[in-house]
């Protein structure tokens, strides 16, 4: 009992009671507000939370494929430059010998 009195002052358990005072508490979509002691305390829907970390890793798995696609196509176009360097050569030896 004298932990009680020592941390909230009071003699007793009975004279320790949750108080009822109402705090405002603000939704904007997925984010609530509310004030503790003073400070404003904003939190967000931890499914919404959960829901965008899904997308987020969708997303990145997605550029990811988009890059390596994009090498392919670099690496087809390196080679394709290549072949059209080879027959413009070879045209052009053609048409120097006639």
Do not use: C, H
Request: hydrophobic residues 35%.
């Amino acid at each position: 009992m004298a932990e009680i009195v020592d941390m909230y002052g009071a003699n007793d358990d009975e004279e320790i009671v949750a108080s009822d005072i109402k705090r405002p508490v603000t939704r904007t979509g997925l984010i609530t507000e509310f004030e503790i002691n003073g400070t404003t305390v904003r939190t967000v829907d931890p499914n919404y939370v959960t829901v965008l970390e899904a997308r987020l890793v969708q997303t990145e798995r997605v550029i990811q494929e988009l890059r390596n696609e994009i090498n392919r196509i670099n690496t087809s176009m390196r080679q394709r430059g290549a072949e059209m360097g080879t027959i413009w050569r070879q045209i052009n030896n053609k048409i120097d010998r006639e």
